[in-house]
């Protein structure tokens, strides 16, 4: 059983900066990856960015550049730091982690980008 508790959320300008965090706890093997997906009002859940245990990492092609993403292995932890916000980033974001085939999501942090 994993828990996933995302926080860093916010209000924030556009051109601005927002860190979020994701600690995974609970009963934990091995987390292969981690990731953060975001969710637009009427919209799908996309895609933001992965990292794999070796440090591999994967972004969309519109956070690409702005966006970075890093893990801490030994404290079960992901981290998104948002560069250069623009209004179109504002979603609900989530976190994901990957434990064999198995992927649990945390609840979620609103970000909102806007002036």
């Known amino acids: 059983q994993v828990q996933l508790v995302e926080s860093g959320g916010g209000l924030v300008q556009p051109g601005g900066s927002l860190r979020l965090s994701c600690a995974a706890s609970?009963?934990?093997?091995?987390?292969?990856?981690m990731g953060w997906y975001r969710q637009a009002p009427g919209k799908q859940r996309d895609l933001v960015a992965t990292?794999?245990?070796?440090?591999?990492?994967n972004y969309a092609d519109s956070v690409k550049g702005r966006f970075n993403i890093s893990r801490d292995n030994a404290k079960n932890t992901v981290y998104l730091q948002m560069n250069s916000l623009e209004p179109e980033d504002t979603a609900v974001y989530y976190c994901?982690?990957?434990?064999?085939?198995?992927?649990?999501w945390g609840q979620g942090t609103q970000v909102t980008v806007s002036s």
């Open positions: 990292i794999t245990s070796r440090g591999s990492t």
């Open positions: 994901n982690a990957a434990m064999g085939f198995i992927n649990y």
């Open positions: 609970g009963v934990i093997f091995s987390i292969n990856s």
